[in-house]
């Protein structure tokens, strides 16, 4: 790869590693980009979803309790050079 990646390249192969290689038997329907971020060698991308660990509420008024499940966010490291995934952390971008 001569040219370096761009954000749209970097967030797509964000999503693949978080469906393909960290949830890959889990559905998370409500998967969304949370923030990027452009460091010297690699794309810093957060992507949040539901937790799918946690089963979904049962009764005729578990939407009304307020309590929603809890929101998972995952920093997917990018290689700007080669695309590859450098590694994967919890928690949202810190401010710097």
Do not use: C
């Not at 960290?22 to 990027?36: C, G, Q, S, T």
């Amino acid at each position: 790869m001569t040219e370096k990646l761009d954000l749209r390249s970097a967030v797509e192969h964000a999503y693949a590693a978080i469906q393909q290689d960290l949830y890959p038997d889990k559905e998370l329907p409500d998967l969304l980009l949370e923030e990027v971020m452009l460091r010297p060698n690699y794309w810093e991308v957060t992507l949040g979803f539901t937790d799918p660990h946690v089963p979904q509420s049962a009764g005729a008024l578990s939407g009304l309790t307020g309590q929603p499940k809890p929101r998972v966010y995952k920093r997917v490291l990018i290689d700007v050079n080669t695309a590859g995934v450098e590694g994967m952390l919890d928690g949202r971008i810190d401010e710097d």
